[in-house]
Structures are given as C-alpha cells and as structure tokens.
C-alpha cells in the first residue's frame, strides 16, 4: 500500500511564484513613494469628496435650454470626424500599402514607416495645438489633427494587414501578367478587405471621441463648448454636453457594428 | 445543367445593394461636410507660412529649461501614469469579474458592468480631467484620478474577453475537489489570465503615458503645465524642450513595453 502513502513529499501544485510576489511588493513600495512623493493626502482626497457632492448636485436636471448651441457644436464635431476619417482612410490606403515591406523595396518603406510612427507618437491634443497655431482656431485645425491622428493609427494596421497576406495569390494573379494596379485591386485588396472595413470603423468611432475633445485647444466642435461651460461653472449645461456626447458615441457604435456586419 | 457557362458572382444582390448604400451614404456625408464645415480659406492657404514662422521660433531648443522645470515635470507625469493605472486595477478587476459570462451568469450583472465600462471609455481623459479638477482643484489628484477613471473601459473589457477564453478543464478539476469561490478565482483563473492581464496593463500604462503628458493643459498636473505655460507666454522655445521631453518619454515607454512583453509571452 505504500502507492497510497506517498503524499507526504509530494511537491505543492500551488508553489509561490516568488518572481510574481516580488514584482507585487515593489509595486507596494512604488505607491508609498509616490504618494509621498506627489503630496497626495487623504485629507486632501477627503476633501474633495465634499465637492464632488456640491459638484453632482448642480449637475442635475441637465439643462437642455441652449439647444441650438449644443447642436451647432455637435453637427461642428460630426463634420470633424466625417472628414478626417474619410481623408485620413484614402491616406492611409496608400501610405500602408508603400510601408508593407513584402509589397516595397526598404528604400520606399522604411521611411513611410518613420513617417506614420512620427504621426502616431504625440497625441492628438498637442497635434491639435500646432494646428491651431498654424491655420488658426476653427474646424480647420481640428480636421488636420485628426487626419494625422487616422494615418498614424490605421496606416500602420493597414500595413500588418497587407504583410500577413498569402503571396499565392499574388503570385496567381502576376502570372496572368497583370500590372501593378491590377495585382494590388485583384489580389491584395480582397484578402485584408473586410480588415480594413474593420480598422476604418474603429477608426471613424475614435475620430468622434477626439473630435469632441480637440475643442478644448480650439480647434473646433463640441469640446469648446464644453470647456467653456466648465470655466463658467454651468454645470447643468456641462451635465447635458457630456449626455449628448455618451450618446453620440453609442450611436457611432451601433453605426459601426451594421457597417461591419453588412462588409463580414 | 451546363456548369461552364455559369456566371459566379462573390455577392449576392442583396450583400451588393448593402455596400453600395454604405458609400453612397459616406460620399453623401462627406460632400455634406464639406460643404457646410466652417473652414476659412485664406487660412489654409497662410498655413504653410505660419507653420515655419512657429519652427523657427523653436529652433534654438531650450535645453536650459529642462533642470529648470522639465525634469520634475516629467516625473510627475510618470507618476500620473503609474499611480493611475494602479488605481484603475481597483475598479477594473471586479468589473472584469461582473464582465464575464463564466463567472457571473447574470444578464443585469451584465447591463450594469458594461454601462460603467462603455461609460469609462465614451469620456475622453480630458473631459476627466476638467470634472475631476472642478472636483478636487487642479493639481496631481485630478490626473490621476482622471486617467484611472479613463483606464476603467479599457482594462475592464480587455480583461474580461481574457477571462471568458480561459480553459474551463482546470476550473471544473477545482470545483470537483470542493474548492472555495475565492480559491477558484485565485488558483483557477489567476494563473491563466496572468500573461494576459501584464500585457493588458502595461499596454494601457503605454497608452496613459502618452494621455498624461496632456493633461496639464486643463490643470492637472504634469509637463502639460510646464507646456501650457510656455505656449501662453510665446516661449516657443521652451515649448520646444517640452514637446521634445515627451517624445523621449513615449519612445521609452513603447521600448519598455514591447521589451517586457517579449519577456512575459
């Protein structure tokens, strides 16, 4: 019987894992310093905590009564995202087909790599101030940051789409002598289309998020209006932007899936 | 029935007709856009202008500036990001939990977590920021709280498709054996999850990285103060020394991230 016996020496299947245990007590030690080093207090949290009530309680009822104003920023921010999205994809169509490395020769893709790697590193919001101080405060701005905001982000997927490709297809097609066009149209497109439907909604959603937000350096939309209704302590009107906002963007989702189900 | 003379089509009518609908909605949007967006002309035509008049009022860089003010101002920001993405955790997790469907089998469980998760994401972290600065004055706590807030949706959603593809043999092996709730979880799921909830976090501590460096710019906290006040006050080349710092920065941070993640997975 001494089969049975044995499990006094068997080994624990739960051992400690003393590499994840000390990665959690350096995160311990991490947050003791820097809310030492920061100056963050319970009082001062504590304290907050009685505005926030003040601050709720001023935010309801929402109030809706310059309608007129929060659709003027509204249709501002949809004109925003629309065209940025549709310029940024067309862009992003050609700058991730010349940085595909199986498609290019290093000397065209390595730099359109860099390029879409520059657009992708700063964030949108300081991409936004640039433009407000070149071509001023107004829409103009806005559309420009988020053109360079869409090419940063999908020409880079748009481009791992197209290197994970079959080149089988590719090969079929140049056998038939095609020219360059007509292997890109009848080869590449059809095997990263539905993809590129997928990366282009996600793009179209987070373009609406951003445009309600580059407002607030100016360039444009909703997200003026809102940071100008947060510097007068409007906060029933700051209450019903951000409900109209959540709501736009519920409404670009439910846009989105139909779009990617109709292109599955 | 001659099969040689039959004309194959990718689509059918109906698949077509959808597509077409979807562009000619688009290019109907877009000249509607086009048409009413209000954009100044002989603006863009100065733009190329104005925007090499603002390089060469960078151009000298202000690397004086960066003991000066910068260097505190990015640990701050680093700061922000951490401590942010820590406390995100806190929410994240039991949201997670509340998210999938092997673990809570309840459809208003469901509704209720992923109405926090949508709303988490709808809101943009500046728009954090300012409720979170109006709440408890500008400074650091805003910008943490604001980029905790902002993490929730992203965290909680990633980690919660995590938990749903997790192999259910090792989990059923555990509750056979009598295994309490809280050692299923931690014995059962954690171990799985593991890589996946690294990557998750350290992807959005990426993310958050970038999102702090701006949310000075309301108020709260980080270079984006140091930024916001060189830009009010015409020292481009201050702003130079910023934007600069940040770029650093966000290189780093990527370089980090995708070095530990080669590691991890």
């Not at chain 1, 999205?85 to 860099?114: D, E, H, K, Q, Y």
């Not at chain 2, 500008?138 to 909680?156: E, H, N, Q, T």
């Not at chain 2, 970038?210 to 930024?227: D, H, M, P, Y």
Request: aromatic fraction near 12%; include cysteine; glycine fraction near 6%.
């Amino acid at each position: 019987m001494a089969g049975i016996n044995s499990s006094q020496n068997r080994e624990n299947p739960f051992k400690q894992n003393w590499f994840v245990t000390a990665i959690w007590l350096l995160v311990i030690c991490y947050v003791v310093y820097s809310f030492n080093a920061m100056g963050l207090s319970w009082e001062r949290f504590n304290e907050g905590l009685g505005h926030a009530s003040n601050l709720l309680g001023r935010m309801v009822p929402p109030n809706f009564s310059r309608w007129s104003l929060l659709m003027s920023g509204l249709i501002e921010s949809l004109e925003i995202a629309v065209i940025s999205s549709i310029c940024g994809i067309f862009i992003s169509l050609f700058l991730g087909l010349f940085a595909a490395r199986n498609m290019m020769p290093s000397w065209i893709s390595t730099p359109v790599r860099t390029l879409i790697a520059l657009c992708r590193t700063f964030h949108p919001v300081i991409i936004a101030i640039l433009f407000v101080k070149s071509v001023g405060f107004g829409a103009l701005a806005g559309i420009l940051t988020l053109v360079v905001a869409s090419v940063g982000f999908i020409a880079k997927l748009f481009a791992e789409a197209i290197e994970e490709i079959s080149l089988k297809q590719v090969e079929a097609i140049r056998a038939t002598g095609a020219g360059f066009t007509s292997i890109i149209l009848f080869s590449v497109m059809p095997q990263v289309f539905s993809r590129f439907i997928g990366f282009s909604t996600y793009q179209l959603d987070s373009n609406l998020r951003n445009s309600t937000m580059v407002g607030i350096v100016g360039a444009g939309g909703l997200g003026g209006t809102l940071f100008s209704a947060f510097q007068r302590f409007d906060y029933d009107f700051v209450a019903a932007i951000l409900i109209i906002i959540i709501a736009l963007i519920m409404f670009g989702e439910f846009l989105s899936n139909i779009v990617r189900s109709i292109f599955r | 029935m001659n099969t040689i003379d039959h004309h194959w089509q990718r689509f059918t009518l109906k698949q077509k007709l959808s597509r077409y609908a979807v562009y000619l909605v688009l290019v109907i949007a877009f000249v509607q856009s086009i048409q009413s967006v209000e954009v100044i002309p002989e603006f863009l035509l100065d733009a190329p202008e104005q925007m090499a008049d603002m390089f060469s009022r960078m151009w000298p860089i202000d690397f004086a500036y960066y003991p000066v003010a910068v260097h505190d101002a990015m640990v701050e920001t680093l700061n922000i990001a951490t401590l942010g993405t820590l406390i995100t955790l806190i929410f994240a997790i039991p949201l997670a939990l509340m998210n999938a469907s092997n673990i809570v089998n309840s459809a208003w469980c469901h509704w209720i977590s992923r109405f926090f998760l949508v709303s988490s994401r709808s809101v943009n972290s500046l728009v954090w920021a300012l409720l979170f600065v109006s709440i408890f004055g500008p400074g650091v706590i805003a910008g943490v709280l604001a980029i905790a807030f902002r993490s929730i949706g992203f965290v909680g959603k990633l980690l919660g498709e995590a938990i749903e593809e997790v192999n259910m043999g090792s989990i059923e092996a555990l509750k056979a054996t009598g295994a309490s709730w809280m050692s299923i979880l931690l014995k059962g799921y954690w171990p799985q999850v593991l890589p996946a909830f690294f990557s998750i976090v350290l992807f959005r501590w990426d993310i958050n990285v970038r999102e702090s460096a701006v949310l000075g710019l309301v108020g709260a906290g980080g270079i984006g103060v140091v930024l916001d006040d060189s830009m009010n006050l015409f020292q481009w080349d201050r702003v130079a020394m910023s934007l600069l710092a940040i770029f650093v920065i966000v290189i780093l941070a990527e370089i980090v991230v995708v070095n530990i993640r080669k590691r991890l997975i």
